[in-house]
């Protein structure tokens, strides 16, 4: 059976953070370094993480500012 890919299972692990209230609308998530170091994965992964979840709008970027978890309701889909 084949494995889910890291980036994959990283974003469900958010997606599942945000459905079970530990991380709410407007939470800025870490750096990509730091998740990388938290997930143990390479940053790469964690760049294909946040784009996976900016095209769902679970996330949206603030240049400057950081990342941050946006309302599920203004999801595109549940992911």
Known sequence: MPTTP????IADDI???????KLKPEDKL???AQMAV???VGTSTI???YVRLEAL?????HQGKG???TDPKT???EP
């Open 6 to 9: 890291d980036y994959i299972r």
């Open 15 to 21: 997606v599942a953070a945000v459905k079970a209230r």
């Open 30 to 32: 870490p750096p990509i």
């Open 38 to 40: 938290d997930y143990k």
């Open 47 to 49: 760049q294909m993480v």
């Open 57 to 61: 709008r679970v996330i949206r970027r």
């Open 67 to 69: 990342i941050f978890v």
């Open 75 to 77: 999801w595109m889909r």
